[in-house]
């Protein structure tokens, strides 16, 4: 028992997260399962028993039955062949999964809420194992995805590691993305190396000085006896004197003109950065998009992306100048006098030990910093897109209370940080002033005792200086690679994300004639609930077919597949006889118009937003398709009529006003197939009206699709298909639907009572 139970500690505590896989392992080393039927698909741990009470309890899933243990004993055996359904249900504090057969209703295992995403997801996957004897791999739960190298929880929205993410082969490929301007570069390189040559100069020109004028007695005693012999020594002294501010200005020119071109070089190169995470973002499905929020993305295009330009432009040539610096002055340095270098030298093996030692714990703290901006970013950006409501309901200060707590977690975190950064950096400043303290005894008993000249002294001191001004920004080399790597993490995980919503190989441009027939479809946006369960529909090419059913039936769901917003999970839906897996997107969805329940207009003109369906198409045609939506009579009354430019989402205009705007657009492309999800919800009775005769004449010769919740709009449909609760339960002409009395008469019949007490 003392086994197990330290398994299912290892299991629960957070700290050690563990995959699916080894979970399964670390159980069925502990379990007695060699009498278990059938091939062994999971293993699960839970740690609440039936009655509440804390337990060790695990449940093993085969292709044939499912087998619950407590404390290393069998308690129950199911066979998966005998079993009516599969359900999860959240609890107060825990939540539980129930299987029901002939003899009722059994609860398999209980489990805290910290695991309740995990066991809604697995009583889906063991109902569609029931229903089709498929059972999806754990590593397609996003509850699941953790790092098989570390055993770390990936990051919500990240599909790889921040902690073993492969820094030299992300280095590899920003050379890549940078190869197009090798030529800046390689001008930036020629003149570092000048400009490094002149850095090594100058203490050398400042011992000719000091050796030569400052401290030299022969020059002191013709300065004193004046003539010719003061002329020289002065004028010799004038043009050491010179040629150090020379070497200084041409250094400045020579180091503009190298961050001139290392500037070039990085602007363009973070222009064409930011174009391909923009360009991977929009290739991404929506549920991909989903998983991250608009904060995230928006620092990932824009913040990720400064940083990097911040490392490629300022830092990488920082590190190959400062490695170069190190590299050659420690060599003068031996050269000279070897002895003095090691004494120099010494501290530096232990702060160099020190930050290795300590660079994995700053990285970690540098993306918690990260992952706290991204959330103070979202919430700036939610408020500000709901910003209407909020003035509505007068929550401003409960929306600053808001983002001041994110706010204040993005500034706590960041001066742990720097409290933490700047307590360690001083540290190793007081043992790197262990060699110039070094430094300062041995040149001054060699000063003393006549070996050593006081312009060798200045030039120690001054290579010294330089040498130990690159160690200090070596010290803070960390922090910069930690912050820069991070970002780098984050930019090239969208970068390489696998798009789940792609082209077939041999994709097809297809000519849509419109009919659409959808077989055995199963669709659910995450693991644990299905939103359609085995849909099946036919649709001819030009009918008109009303889709109606209570909030949550699936009705939205079902036309985001029909536009390949997501993949099907199971089953196909198929558009004249061809798979839509197997037609182009661009083919497909260029051939569909939609009007979606959430109208969005872009910030722009009237006359860009209805042209954005087909850019570059006659003004005419514009002008036509506004006409045929109702919009043209509201559009002309307006100051600067098309040209009149709305706010963002267009909240210049009535709700009425943005969806005729959207419908106009979705008339511009003359689709084939044409969607409009309640279309006509925000219009008044009598404009309904007009465009409903309006779209009467424009549906015909094409497949449309319509969902509306008043569903007198939908009388005139070829066909109703009713959804309940994610299939269809009936379908068939209104008057046909009425005579059955199922629940479509009740939707219709509860609709009548609510207008007549309207009325009233």
Not at 49 to 66: P, Q, S
Request: include cysteine.
């Amino acid at each position: 028992m003392g086994i197990i139970r330290s398994v299912y500690r290892r299991i629960f505590k957070k700290e050690k997260r563990r995959t699916p896989e080894q979970i399964k392992n670390a159980l069925l080393n502990v379990l007695p399962h060699e009498d278990v039927e059938g091939e062994i698909i999971t293993a699960f741990a839970f740690d609440i028993d039936n009655d509440g009470n804390n337990t060790a309890g695990a449940v093993i899933v085969t292709d044939k039955c499912i087998v619950t243990y407590e404390d290393k004993k069998e308690t129950a055996r199911y066979v998966i062949g005998a079993c009516d359904k599969f359900e999860y249900r959240p609890l107060v504090g825990m939540c539980e999964l129930t299987v029901t057969d002939k003899d009722g209703e059994h609860i398999i295992c209980r489990v805290n809420n910290s695991q309740s995403e995990a066991l809604a997801k697995n009583a889906r996957r063991l109902e569609r194992l029931r229903e089709t004897g498929s059972y999806s791999s754990d590593e397609a739960l996003e509850v699941y995805r953790i790092c098989p190298k570390c055993g770390r929880k990936l990051a919500k929205g990240m599909v790889s590691c921040t902690h073993c993410a492969d820094k030299k082969s992300m280095l590899r490929r920003l050379a890549a993305m940078v190869k197009p301007y090798r030529w800046y570069i390689l001008g930036s390189m020629l003149l570092f190396f000048a400009g490094f040559a002149l850095q090594l100069a100058g203490p050398y020109v400042n011992k000719l000085l000091v050796d030569g004028y400052v401290d030299n007695q022969g020059a002191k005693a013709a300065v004193q006896l004046g003539g010719d012999g003061s002329a020289v020594i002065l004028r010799g002294f004038l043009l050491t004197v010179l040629l150090m501010l020379g070497l200084r200005v041409v250094m400045y020119v020579v180091n503009s003109l190298r961050n001139l071109a290392v500037m070039q070089a990085g602007t363009r190169f973070i222009v064409d950065l930011r174009k391909k995470v923009f360009e991977k973002i929009q290739e991404l499905s929506v549920k991909a998009v989903s998983r991250r929020t608009s904060g995230e993305l928006m620092r990932r295009v824009t913040g990720d992306s400064a940083q990097i330009e911040n490392f490629i432009v300022g830092q990488l040539p920082n590190i190959l100048q400062q490695s170069m610096l190190l590299i050659i002055i420690t060599v003068i340095l031996f050269i000279y006098d070897p002895f003095l270098a090691l004494l120099i030298l010494s501290p530096m093996p232990i702060c160099l030990l020190g930050w290795t030692s300590i660079s994995r714990f700053f990285h970690r703290i540098y993306s918690r910093q990260w992952e706290a901006e991204s959330r103070s970013g979202s919430v700036l950006y939610d408020i500000f897109s709901g910003i209407r409501v909020v003035k509505a309901y007068r929550t401003e200060k409960k929306e600053f209370d808001r983002y001041d707590r994110a706010a204040y977690e993005e500034k706590t975190i960041a001066v742990k940080n720097e409290t933490m950064f700047n307590i360690v950096d001083p540290v190793f400043g007081l043992i790197m002033n262990l060699g110039a303290m070094f430094l300062l005894y041995y040149t001054a008993s060699h000063i003393l005792s006549g070996v050593m000249t006081l312009g060798d002294a200045a030039m120690l001191s001054a290579y010294v200086t330089v040498l130990y001004g690159h160690i200090g920004w070596v010290a803070n080399l960390p922090r910069i690679l930690t912050r820069s790597f991070t970002s780098m993490v984050k930019i090239f995980d969208v970068i390489d994300e696998k798009t789940d919503v792609a082209d077939a190989d041999e994709a097809l441009d297809l000519k849509i004639k419109g009919n659409i027939d959808i077989e055995n479809l199963t669709f659910g946006y995450d693991e644990g609930t299905d939103v359609l369960k085995k849909v099946n529909l036919h649709i001819d090419s030009g009918k008109m077919v009303g889709i109606v059913g209570k909030s949550g039936a699936g009705k939205s769901t079902l036309i985001n597949l029909i536009m390949r917003m997501y993949d099907t999970d199971g089953g196909r839906i198929l558009i004249d006889g061809v798979d839509i897996r197997n037609i182009s997107q661009n083919s497909l969805r260029s051939q569909i118009g939609a009007v979606l329940q959430e109208t969005f207009l872009f910030k722009g003109t009237i006359y860009d937003n209805i042209a954005y369906a087909l850019p570059g198409c006659p003004k005419e045609k514009v002008l036509s398709a506004a006409k045929a939506a109702g919009a043209h009579d509201f559009i002309i009354k307006l100051p600067d009529g098309y040209n009149t430019v709305i706010g963002e989402n267009g909240h210049t205009l009535s709700g009425g006003e943005r969806q005729r705007v959207s419908i106009a657009r979705a008339l511009l492309r003359d689709p084939r197939i044409l969607i409009l999800d309640e279309a006509t919800a925000s219009l008044d009775t009598e404009t309904e009206k007009n465009i409903q005769d309006t779209l009467q004449k424009l549906i015909k010769d094409r497949t449309t699709i319509a969902i509306a919740h008043r569903l007198s709009t939908l009388r005139n449909a070829d066909f109703l298909v009713v959804l309940d609760k994610g299939t269809v339960a009936e379908v068939g002409t209104h008057e046909e639907l009425m005579r059955a009395k199922g629940i479509y008469y009740g939707l219709v019949m509860a609709q009548r009572q609510m207008a007549s007490r309207t009325r009233n």
